[in-house]
């Protein structure tokens, strides 16, 4: 399972800084993470050594990992998420209830989830 736990990760890491990559290395990670080319496919495809392919994806991901260390834009997306979520479940459970006092306590604790956002 970690295997495909890092191939997500490397993917979200591309679909996020994928763009402050070269286009060498940014297509040498997709060729190989998102196609699941092998090296010498990838190669081929790049018209590049299998070495440069896979210096191309270490030096990639040695990138893509240090802006989210710096930035931390999948992290802040995964907590804005989760707070929305929780937010709509709550105006949900309102929504069901019948009690005017519960509706109210839900309503305000969903807005300051949201006013935190």
């Known amino acids: 399972m ?14 996020f800084y994928g763009s402050l990559l070269t286009e060498s ?5 997709d060729y190989y993470y998102n196609e ?11 018209s590049i050594s299998r070495q440069a392919v896979s210096l191309n994806i270490k030096r990639a991901i040695d990138k893509l990992k240090s802006y989210e260390a710096a930035l931390k834009l999948i992290e802040k997306f995964d907590k804005k998420k989760e707070a929305k979520t929780k937010a709509l479940d709550l105006l949900d459970q309102a929504s069901g209830s019948k ?7 839900k309503i ?3 807005e300051e989830i ?4």
């Open 2 to 15: 970690k295997v495909l736990d890092d191939y997500i990760y490397i993917g979200r890491l591309l679909d």
């Open 25 to 29: 290395e940014s297509k040498s990670v």
């Open 36 to 46: 699941d080319y092998s090296l010498t496919e990838t190669a081929e495809l790049l």
């Open 99 to 105: 009690d005017i006092e519960d509706i109210r306590e």
């Open 108 to 110: 305000k604790e969903a």
């Open 114 to 117: 949201i006013n935190e956002i």
